[in-house]
C-alpha cells in the first residue's frame, strides 16, 4: 500500500508544465520548439507517436500546445524535477493549453488527466547545467481533473493485500472498496477483505480518511484494520505496518508550477471514478 502512495506524477518524474528542454538558448522556431518538448516529454513517458503538438501564430506567440499521453507510461527510471534557481522571465504566449491523458500508468496504478488553459504565459528559468526550463507562469483561466476507476484502485489494493498476505500463508479472496465523500475536499474510505488460511476464514475492514488541500496535496489519515478471529488477527498484524506508514502522510497528487496564479475550487468526488477537480487563472 505504500508503493500506491509513493507513486505520484510528481514524485515520480514530471513536475507537471515545468518542461526541462535540453539546450541554453529558446528555440528560434515553433518546429524548434516542438521538437525539445517531445523529447523533454518522452524522457518521462513511455509513449508510441510524438505527444506535443504545436500550432503556430506568430513565434514566440502560439495559438495553442498540445500534449496527449493516451495510453503512455511512466518510464520506471525517470528524471527527478528539475529545480530552477532564481526568477523566471517571460518566454512563451499561448492561446491555448491542452493535456489529456487517457489510461496512463504510473506504476500499480492507472489514471485519466486532463488539463486546460486559456491565454497562457510560460516563462522561463535555469536549472544547474544553465538549461532552460519553462513552466506555466500565468493563464486567464484553466481546469484540471484527475480520476481513477474505483475498480482499478480496487484491483491495485487486492495485489498489494495478496502480496503481503500471502508471505504468511494468508489468502485474500475478495477485495472490495467503497468511498464517500465527506465534504468538497474530503472523503471516507472502505476496504473489506475476505481472508482465509487452511479451513478458516475471516471478513476484514480497513477504514480511513484522505482530505485535500488547496494544492492538490492529499493526506491519508485514520487507517484502521479490524476482523474477528484468529485468520484476522494475522491478516491486519500483516498490514498494520504498512497502514501506519501511510497514516499521516501527506503526498502531492500533481504538482503545477502556476506562478502568481492559485487553485480554487479544489473537489474530490465519488461514483464509479475517484475524481479530482480544480480551476485556475488570473481571471475571476
Known amino acids: 500500500m505504500g508503493q500506491l502512495a509513493r507513486r505520484s506524477l510528481a514524485e515520480e518524474g514530471w513536475t507537471f508544465l515545468m518542461f526541462p528542454l535540453k539546450t541554453t538558448a529558446l528555440p528560434s522556431s515553433a518546429e524548434g520548439l516542438e521538437r525539445l518538448l517531445n523529447e523533454s516529454v518522452r524522457r518521462v513517458f513511455d509513449v ?10 506568430s513565434y514566440p506567440s502560439l495559438a495553442e500546445i498540445s500534449i496527449t499521453l493516451d495510453g503512455a507510461s511512466l518510464r520506471p527510471d525517470p528524471p527527478r524535477p528539475q529545480l530552477v534557481s532564481g526568477k523566471t522571465s517571460p518566454a512563451l504566449e499561448a492561446g491555448r493549453l491542452t493535456v489529456r ?6 506504476g500499480p496504478a492507472t489514471v485519466d488527466l486532463a488539463l486546460f488553459a486559456r491565454a497562457v504565459h510560460l516563462g522561463q528559468g535555469r536549472n544547474s547545467n544553465d538549461e532552460i526550463v519553462l513552466s506555466l507562469d500565468d493563464a486567464a483561466e484553466g481546469k484540471i481533473e484527475i480520476s481513477a476507476p474505483l475498480a482499478d484502485l480496487e484491483q491495485v489494493i487486492a495485489k ?24 468538497p475536499r474530503s472523503l471516507e474510505a472502505e476496504v473489506r477483505l475476505k481472508a482465509r488460511k487452511l479451513f478458516l476464514s ?19 489519515s485514520c487507517l484502521e484494520c479490524k476482523g474477528d478471529g484468529a485468520i484476522a488477527a494475522i491478516a491486519c498484524g500483516t498490514l498494520d505496518p504498512h497502514l501506519r506508514k501511510l497514516d499521516g502522510r501527506e503526498f502531492p497528487l500533481m ?30
Not at 502480496?163 to 465527506?182: N, P, S, Y
Open 202 to 220: 475471516a471478513s476484514i475492514r480497513i477504514t480511513g480518511q484522505l482530505d485535500l488541500d488547496s494544492e492538490l496535496n492529499a493526506k491519508i
Open 255 to 284: 504538482s503545477l508550477p502556476l506562478g502568481e496564479i492559485r487553485l480554487r475550487d479544489v473537489r474530490i468526488g465519488v461514483s464509479d471514478k475517484l475524481s479530482v477537480t480544480a480551476e485556475f487563472g488570473s481571471a475571476v
Open 101 to 106: 491523458a487517457s489510461a496512463l500508468s504510473i
Open 160 to 183: 498489494i493485500a495478496k502480496d503481503q498476505a500471502g508471505k504468511h500463508g494468508v489468502a485474500i479472496e475478495t477485495v472490495q472498496l467503497t468511498a464517500r465523500t465527506t465534504s
Open 48 to 57: 508510441e507517436v510524438d505527444p506535443v503538438t504545436i500550432r503556430d501564430a
